[in-house]
DNA sequence: ACCTGAACACCGTTCAAGT
DNA sequence: ACCTGAACACCGTTCAAGT
């Protein structure tokens, strides 16, 4: 997979002269922006602002905002490390893969949210579509129930890296306001709820090593119609 | 409902007395926008600008937006329709009552992202919680894993809205190019991605329903760790 | 071809002043 | 207690003018 590069911005000062704009050079400083600030970090304005010029320079190079989106999230999408072998444990590979692909996007907030309202196109989706696809034949899925099988992992993962993204990321206010609408229901009208409690709650790690199983077990059981 | 009214100072007379400011006239506004325009007329200027105030008046109703969203996805929520009954088909009352949420949250551009990005604590999601517990309990899955399936369900049910969003959303730019990259990849390299041509883009409905049984078989036979 | 400043049409949120 | 206009600190995108 693509190797990203480092390119670690040098403060503007030690440079002699600016550099070119380049499509390289404005990923490279909105992922910058993005791992260091969050979403709220990156927009044009800020990239353009790093780079010392205006905004409108950049539409030379990106066509807009959602372009820009897409190229960043492709970018960390070749950091996700797939697990070579043709043999053995295909399914510890498939879930180490999915694993890879979770903690890129987690790594960088808000950029969860960005893969669940992009449609993907760059080389490291395609890169990472095709990896999956091979581990899903070594486990002996035939290839349309992969295909569709592919997009579900994809999406249930982007989905589960957002929310935990959403826990993390400071609303408080919203989560404890959660915990006591569940933990404050009646016995009566919501028995179930108020039986598990805390239970409703429980488990990160786990709690996603757990959904990863029941997708494959359910892929695995479940033949396309 | 309402075209904003030039600020004129007609007399009052003419118009109906401005009905007094409330956090449900406030929600009803934010949800006649969101319908009508998608996520892009939601914004607490356009709400305030219906109900012929300024912005800094709904603050009193409203502690700030990420509120007012979990305000408008709960009332949504309230549509949800989960069928009724103790015995039989459990199985068909459960995908009917996320088919309801999935339709729900689909009939307005934007709010799949929302409930993505939201953590829910209104009463209709509790409703629905509860009743999804139960749905799973005449399936005779046990209370923790239910817990944690319900959870699982509701993720990938809004996920699965938000991508059918996306791909309705007009980004039409987006999808022709993601179809042409994986549709003109080197049979060398990516030998499964070429092998499936077009049916990587398969299926609409057929999909969703068949990723809710893969879920539903996954949980049954998956028990927590 | 590329870059730029300024402008346009928006945002959420805060605040002092009014009632 | 509620409402308001104005202000603050931002946005993405376009465009005419420069090189």
């Known amino acids: 997979m693509a190797t990203p590069k480092p390119r670690q911005v040098l403060s503007r000062r030690s440079r002699p002269a600016k550099s070119p704009l380049s499509q390289e050079a ?3 400083t909105a992922l910058d922006l993005l791992s260091r600030e969050g979403m709220a970090g990156l927009s044009l304005r800020k990239v353009a602002a790093v780079l010392d010029t205006g905004a409108a ?4 190079y990106v066509a807009n905002l959602d372009e820009l989106h897409a190229l960043v999230l492709d970018r960390v999408l070749g950091e996700v490390v797939t697990p070579a072998g043709r043999d053995g444990d295909w399914r510890y590979r ?3 893969a999915l694993r890879s692909y979770s903690e890129a996007l987690y790594a960088r907030p808000g950029l969860a949210q960005v893969a669940l309202s992009t449609i993907p196109s760059g080389p490291n989706m395609v890169e990472l579509t095709e990896s999956l696809l091979a581990l899903l034949e070594q ?3 035939e290839p349309g129930r992969a295909a569709w099988a592919v997009d579900l992992l994809l999406l249930h993962t982007s989905a589960f890296a957002a929310e935990r993204d959403n826990r993390r990321g400071g609303d408080e206010v919203a989560l404890r306001r959660a915990q006591e609408a569940l933990g404050s229901v009646s016995p009566d009208e919501h028995p179930h709820i108020h039986a598990l409690g805390a239970e409703l709650f429980s488990g990160e790690q786990s709690r996603y090593d757990w959904g990863l199983d029941v997708l ?3 892929v ?3 033949p396309r119609p």
Not at 57 to 60: A, E, H, K, R
């Open 94 to 96: 498939l879930k180490a």
């Open 220 to 222: 695995l059981s479940t």
């Open 139 to 141: 486990g002996g899925v």
């Open 216 to 218: 494959i077990n359910g």
């Open 26 to 28: 404005i990923v490279s």
């Open 57 to 60: 320079s950049l539409y030379v």
